[in-house]
């Protein structure tokens, strides 16, 4: 007890962690619980100079001993069930144990809770439960364990899911199996024996033994429009095993989750499934990660990759492959090869990659080019090589110039039906038709075979086919034309923006000048290693994060903040990859592998944003489905009715011809994406990486934000305000100022920059700290106090106590009082912009801050917050939070790190200043790279406009196709302006959605 912030928790866990002989070192601020593993023979020691370095850290600090646990751990063959058996006692009296009931620990995920309180309410009901203990149910870590007998599990069970069905219907819960728990006790301390064992038995040991499941993502190309890729993506996701299918259009990436071994079958499955569904669809593996829950150390690991600790990466130039599926195929045969692990071709880049122990590499490489040799006899692996630029943007380019080409032919045919007479004009119009539509009506034969009668192209093959049945030439090539144009535009407008987000966020670097027995080697990023040195010319990007062991320079940090900022860097100093290195060369020791690293975090963070789907996304995937049969049975409607009331048959037909032109979605399944792409790529740029379009929802919605206070509206650093003295500040502040010498506190470091003059080391003796008091000190001959006001009156010093807000340092020398420091966190320079700037969006401002109540207050004053907190420890803040949450959206904006509980209760969570921090990025929902508070709003007022734009395109879009359905029902609009809603309307949409790739201010 008596820690005032997390982040002096932070630091007194990393003292603690440094004595000899611990482990496993553990302070939680939250929970006020500190614990550590050490050899039972040395914890008096051990414990004797924890509190040592508590006192000398924390005065105020108060450690109770809570007892200890006894460890001995066995552990066989990556067995991830821990079973823990007690010593066995025959003689209960001779060993002092007290033998109880068998008990377990359950664990399970638990999903589909929306907030905290939901998840503490649920969690009280749960522990009403009969027989059941020790519950806790976290809703930040989605898990839900309790302990039981065994005997009873099972009831207890059901029970629980019934409760959980009963309180929160959306709940879904999931075992992750148990632990048995023996427990003994001996002179009132626990102690738990833990030995693992190999179960062979499921129903012998009792044991729940899970599947180990994987992420899997591949690339996907040759889809034609985003309809198509919903439909697929939904065809999937009803493939037995599989689950969180996410197929992006605009990625061109499909991602999903399996057990690791039925992962053969499912990909064989995905594969025949997209092969039926878009034959032209090619499917190429990106890898998969192994999704592993560990139980013992009570975390969870995901590795990537999975890599065995003693492999390492191979890479290969691999060409003369002819196309994606072959490369998909080899790929496919390589991966069995025993040895080998998470092997990957690359069909654009041409390259071969796995993971092989170095004393199997040479069986490894021979079966690979013997198998390759077999199945692609043309394709030659060559020595190791690095990776090349993509040869996609050439392919897109070509295919443009064809379509241009055919346009044009198709174009002067089309002129030449209007001119022409009689026969002509016919033939003409049909070899317009042809020459446009061919590819329409090969693909409409191929989906009649595969029964897809919704479909695009065979729905515009019947429109234009019965337009030259009723003997309309001109009208069926004219429909055939402008449709490929849209068709044209529209492919082109969705190129160019995939392009214009890559561009954005074009920060991975292409290479790294890499070490290797004392010559500097050009190396792809991804084979260099932690403590490999790597060399950054002037101009190039700092491949990986790392600290500068030579050299000095200028680094430009607006590819990962968004702002245009030089700051200097000298030996000593850490670096982040996708920073550009604008003089000097350095030499860098790398501190994380590329993976790991700030640049592939960030990527990694964006090209994931389209897995958490916004609800217009959902509605609009819900409506595509319907929209088409809806039409064309519409269009059925039309032609009988027509035919009936007018007695036209013909007219009939053209009037249900303009609903089969208009029956596509494309416009709306493409724009909405796309409009949370760009926008999500905008604000990128700018330094805001925003988790997904659902966040892009919460925030355009916020009414109140909560701020804390240190590090986030305050910079963190103390600065001496003023002195309170009558006679000589100045001496004051020297005096204070040798009082510090020694010490690291920031108070001490604001102090000694105040003064800023020399002092003398060998002036100062007999440095003693007084606990939760301050320092005294002999400087020459006169002895020096420092500290608060209690400091004075035990030490009989005659002074007032002041009634500023600040943080206050009395100091006295020789018995005589001296004056009083008045130091104070500085505020952020544009906080109080940042607060009027959220104010014209009404938005409502909050401070919570575990700082006093009156040093908050006079913050809030000085920067127009509407409430203030003061004295919230992080379960207080929590608390604000969900009390808040009941009047409105509410964001939360912290540090990422201390503030990750109440971060998760918000509905928007913000973390600010997470260049190079992991957790920052794991814990919010909103990542603002650098300090700068105009960032939020900025974020807040470009979430409200990408929303807005997506709205336009979806209104816009239903109205204008709901329009011309209704003119061509009585015949007023033709297949002309069917055309116009159908891609032209696409192409607008996406034009419309592009203006957000810039965020505006």
């Not at 998840?119 to 989605?142: D, R």
């Not at 009689?422 to 590819?439: F, T």
């Not at 009668?453 to 429909?479: C, N, P, Q, S, W």
């Not at 009083?820 to 544009?830: G, P």
Request: hydrophobic share 40%; aromatic share 6%.
């Amino acid at each position: 007890k008596g820690i005032d912030c997390a982040d002096c928790a932070a630091k007194l866990e990393s003292k603690i962690a440094k004595i000899e002989g611990i482990s496993n070192v553990s302070l939680s601020f939250l929970n006020s619980s500190l614990q550590y593993e050490c050899d039972h023979d040395e914890a008096e020691r051990i414990e004797k100079e924890v509190r040592e370095v508590s006192a000398k850290e924390e005065p105020e600090a108060v450690i109770t001993s809570k007892g200890h646990k006894h460890l001995h751990s066995h552990e066989h063959e990556e067995h991830h069930h821990e079973h823990h058996h007690e010593h066995e006692c025959h003689d209960e009296h001779e060993c002092g144990c007290h033998h109880e009931e068998e008990r377990a620990l359950y664990k399970f995920e638990i999903k589909g809770i929306d907030c905290a309180d939901c998840a503490a309410k649920l969690e009280s009901k749960i522990a009403k439960i009969e027989g059941i203990s020790n519950v806790s149910l976290s809703f930040l870590n989605s898990s839900l364990q309790y302990e039981c007998d065994h005997d009873e599990a099972e009831r207890i069970e059901k029970e629980v899911r019934e409760v959980s069905a009963k309180e929160e219907p959306e709940a879904v819960i999931t075992s992750k199996g148990h632990k048995h728990l023996h427990s003994h006790e001996h002179e009132e301390h626990h102690h738990e024996h833990h030995h693992e064992h190999e179960c062979h038995d499921e129903h012998e040991c009792g044991c729940h033994h899970e599947e180990e499941r994987a992420l899997y993502k591949f690339e996907i190309k040759g889809i034609d429009c985003a309809d198509c890729a919903a439909k697929l993506e939904s065809k999937i996701a009803k493939i037995e095993g599989i689950s969180n299918v996410s197929l992006s259009f605009l990625n061109s990436s499909l991602q999903y989750e399996c057990d690791h071994d039925e992962a053969e079958r499912i990909e064989k499955e995905v594969r025949e499934v997209s092969a039926k569904e878009e034959p032209e669809a090619v499917i190429t593996s990106k890898g998969h990660k192994h999704l592993h829950s560990h139980e013992h150390e009570e975390h969870h690991h995901e590795h990537e990759k999975a890599r065995h600790e003693t492999a390492d990466t191979r890479k290969y130039t691999i060409s003369g492959l002819d196309c994606a599926d072959c490369a998909a195929k080899l790929e496919h045969k390589l991966s069995a090869v025993p040895g080998v692990s998470d092997l990957r071709i690359s069909f654009i880049n041409s390259t071969l990659v796995y993971d092989c122990a170095d004393e199997d590499l040479e069986r490894v490489e021979q079966e690979i080019r013997r198998i390759t040799a077999k199945e692609e006899p043309e394709a030659v692996i060559s020595a190791p090589a690095q990776v090349q630029k993509s040869a996609v943007q050439d392919d897109d380019e070509d295919d443009e110039k064809t379509m241009l080409v055919r346009l044009i032919i198709g174009a002067v045919l089309f002129v030449l039906s209007i001119v022409m007479k009689d026969q002509m004009r016919m033939i003409m119009a049909i070899a317009s038709w042809l020459v446009l539509g061919y590819d329409v009506l090969i693909k409409a034969v191929k989906g009649i075979g595969r029964g897809q009668v919704f479909d695009e192209h065979f729905l515009m093959a019947v429109a234009t086919i019965a337009a030259i049945y009723l003997k309309d030439y001109r009208e069926a090539a004219g429909v055939m034309l402008f449709y490929q144009i849209g068709e044209y535009f529209q492919d082109m407008a969705v190129r160019r923006s995939r392009k214009s987000i890559g561009e954005l966020m074009d920060i991975r670097p292409d290479y790294a000048w890499v070490n290797r027995g004392g010559d500097y080697v050009k190396t792809n990023p991804e084979d260099v290693r932690v403590d490999d040195v790597i060399l950054v010319k002037p101009g190039e990007r700092i491949p990986l994060d790392g600290i500068i062991t030579n050299g000095a320079s200028t680094l430009n940090t607006a590819s990962l903040t968004g702002e245009s900022k030089l700051s200097d860097v000298d030996v000593g100093d850490e670096v982040y990859s996708g920073a550009v290195n604008e003089t000097g060369v350095l030499e860098i020791r790398v501190t994380k592998e590329y993976g790991d690293s700030t640049v592939a975090r960030i990527l990694e963070l964006v090209e994931n944003t389209d897995s958490n789907k916004a609800s217009h996304e959902k509605f609009i995937t819900k409506f595509s489905r319907w929209y088409t049969p809806l039409v064309v049975f519409s269009a059925i409607i039309t032609a009988i009715l027509t035919a009936i009331i007018t007695g036209d048959i013909n007219e009939g037909v053209r009037r249900a011809c303009t609903f089969l032109v208009i029956s596509c979605p494309c416009a709306l399944v493409i724009s909405i994406p796309l409009s949370f792409f760009a926008g999500i790529g905008g604000l990128s740029a700018r330094g805001v990486l925003v988790k997904g379009a659902n966040v892009i929802e919460a925030m355009a919605d916020v009414k109140q934000v909560v701020l804390d206070k240190t590090g986030t509206l305050t910079t963190g650093v103390f600065k001496v305000e003023k002195i309170i003295s009558s006679d000589h500040p100045e001496t004051a502040l020297r005096d204070a100022a040798y009082a510090e010498h020694f010490s690291n506190h920031p108070l001490a470091q604001s102090i000694r920059a105040a003064y800023d003059k020399e002092i003398r080391d060998e002036e100062i003796t007999d440095v003693k700290e007084i606990s939760g008091r301050g320092l005294c000190v002999h400087a020459g001959d006169r002895e020096i106090l420092a500290g608060n006001y209690k400091l004075m009156k035990e030490h009989g010093i005659a002074c007032e106590e002041e009634s500023d807000p600040g943080t206050l340092v009395y100091v006295a020398a020789d018995g005589i009082y001296e004056g009083c420091l008045v130091l104070r966190d500085q505020i952020k320079d544009n906080a109080a912009d940042t607060l009027r700037a959220l104010h014209n969006g009404s938005v409502k401002c909050i401070i919570v801050s575990g700082d006093r109540q009156d040093i908050t207050e006079e913050t809030g004053r000085a920067i127009g917050a509407d409430e203030v907190y003061g004295h919230c420890l992080p379960a207080d803040k929590v608390e604000h939070v969900r009390r808040l949450k009941q009047a409105g959206v509410t964001a939360f904006v912290g540090d990422g790190v201390n503030d990750a509980p109440v971060l998760n209760a918000a509905d928007v969570g913000f973390a600010m200043g997470a260049l190079g921090s992991d957790a920052a990025i794991e814990a919010a929902d909103v990542v603002i790279m650098d300090d700068s508070l105009n960032k939020i709003p900025l974020a807040l007022k470009n979430a409200a406009r990408i929303l807005s734009v997506a709205k336009q395109n979806i209104y816009g879009a239903i109205g204008i196709k709901l329009l011309i359905l209704a003119l061509g029902a009585f015949g007023i609009a033709n297949m002309w302006m069917a055309i116009f809603a159908d891609t032209g309307v696409a192409m607008l949409c996406v034009m419309n959605s592009m203006r957000l790739l810039k965020a505006k201010e």
